[in-house]
DNA sequence: TATTTTATTGCAAACGCTTGCTGAAATATT
DNA sequence: AATATTTCAGCAAGCGTTTGCAATAAAATA
């Protein structure tokens, strides 16, 4: 039963001794609330420091006042896509004296739906969903309650949503129209997780852009993947050996874009010589790979950093319209496409 | 002002309405303390599970139990170096319903200790240091509060300080006298941040290995870098215009090995033709240059496991002895280091 | 059968804070 | 000068838990 936190914590009351004044006062000064004299803030602002007070963080928010931690849901950790997008969040955190609650899902979605709860029910004053996977299960409630949040790389269904994600289809468009404008015809797509829209846009910006070069969609050409580096090598390893080889793939992402390019080496071929590949995202990886991977950058940075900013204006002012933010993309071109070779049109 | 988390959330005291018992059995059940009769159990366990009870984790941890949520302290999230050991802690941390709370300092010495503070009075159970920069700090007086923490790759100095890091001396030991096995007699070095135990440690192994082959120690082989991929670049640049150039480095890890690579490309040379590349480190993105990295495998994954084991352990058990635990490290041979060439030797 | 022990539950006091209400003092208004 | 307003500070209730203590009922012991 040991005590242990009790035990040499300062509180609100020690300070308010040390200062002379009632704990309330100390409180308002925390604060920076209503009505206090500037000389009895002074007061308190000095025994403060000279106690090296420390607010209890769940104490305050127990009592209904602000917790300043913002929960994120990632369904994992190990990805530079996500180590981008959190460094974007945190450097807002940071700077506005938020503190950063972590939960990691592991693709689990009933714990998605469970932590959700959870979160938004104790500690945290606000929510930032990152690749929800099953966010009607739980979205619902939040609205009811009002409680705030914000999804990132996912554009709901729902108007009410707030979310901040890139422009997907067009994208996705623009890195199919770069491989067709360099004569590329039979274009292979490796799809990231189906069930995510940012997955779906992208393949509908593949489509659209073929049907808009009048190019015929080869459902064969179109394996479905789940945005790691395996699932890249596996496609390459479909592609190489269906009717009619692609001399091109887009992949939904450039983990997937690495695992093909992996797989090209051990095959023995040639990028780009004997294939084009181009991603999705830009992370740092794609600038190291070797070939350097041509890509559709998305800023993902920014991304974070963004629906972190949206989410604490809607803490601080709920009552203002929000709405949701569509980030552009940027073809950055490397070393991993080029012109189709006249040989491997046959 | 609005009282928005009270709104809906359902607490003890209506699953005790619910349930016809007191609110305090029915914390009985929630924390399976004590006795309660199974019948009564059966009951406010139906209860619970009716109206959707989930407990208010402030409340908890104000009133003297648990919170379940252990606080994490890093430097920096962006690199796959602590991508790979967050995902060690995450994964314990899941299996253990523990939640994490994310602190991340930008490497500013001040905020550390703050926060260090904050997590031991506020919300969490225990503490995981990772990289701690200035642990002397603050240290102290979590020892004296005893609360439960672990430092992570940190070779403390302290006996009482628990701690999980890998055998930095022996590691680049190895590192080393590969490099010299290779024929190397100029090996280039790049340190990490000084003010780390792992980076002098690693230096320490390096000179020893040197020593213990004969090789004498020039100051001028040494590079202090730190841990970034910049570094690495700026050490090439170095090396290549000093007197009499390295045909070795050993980079304290694989993200300023990385660099290295990347300047060498610039400068139009050959690894390992012109230049042997070791890292430190091994994270994935070793496997993936072009050419492979050669490196000394510490097991980052299990250290981020191995640590958050032994703080659950801890908090669950705070009078057995715990001691800290060094992890072995690995040579692993990929394409970057190979017999120096006789020419080279001029 | 009387008495002691044990199992089971409830009560109430914390935990450290926020905030509505109240009253006193200071200031402004007529 | 009398009254209304504003500024300032304290009191006390309450946020949702845990837990020591007390009370009761049931079981065991003498």
Known sequence: MARRKSSSAVTIIDVAREAGVSYSTVSRVVNNKSYVNAETRAKVLQAMTRMGYQANLQARSLAGGRSNVIGLLVVDLATQYMSEIMHGIDDVLASNQYELMLYTTHRRKTKESAYVNMMAQSIADGLLILLPRDPDAYLESLRDRDFPYVLIDHRSLNES??????????????????????????????????????????????????????????????????????????????????????????????????????????????????????????????????????????????????????????????????????????????????????????
Chains 1, 2 share one sequence.
């Open 161 to 346: 949503d707030l979310s901040v994600f890139s422009a997907n289809q067009d994208g996705a468009h623009t890195a199919t129209t770069h491989l067709i404008d360099l004569g590329h015809t039979r274009i292979g797509m490796i799809t990231g997780w189906m069930d995510m829209t940012s997955a779906k846009d992208r393949l509908a910006g593949y489509k659209s852009a073929l049907a808009d070069r009048g190019l015929p969609f080869d459902p064969s050409l179109v394996f479905e993947g789940d945005f790691t580096q395996s699932s890249g090598s596996q496609a390459l390893s479909y592609f190489l050996q269906i009717q009619n080889p692609p001399t091109a793939i887009f992949a939904s992402n450039d983990l997937a874009a690495a695992g093909v390019l992996e797989a090209v080496r051990y095959h023995g071929l040639l990028v780009p010589d004997d294939l084009s590949v181009i991603g999705f995202d830009d992370i740092p990886l794609a600038a190291t790979l070797n070939p350097a991977l041509t890509t559709m950058r998305q800023p993902l940075h920014e991304m974070g950093s963004i629906a972190t900013q949206l989410l604490l204006n809607r803490i601080d002012e709920p009552d203002e319209r929000y709405s949701s933010i569509v980030l552009p993309t940027e073809l950055i071109l490397r070393e991993t496409t080029a012109q189709i070779k006249e040989e491997a049109r046959a």
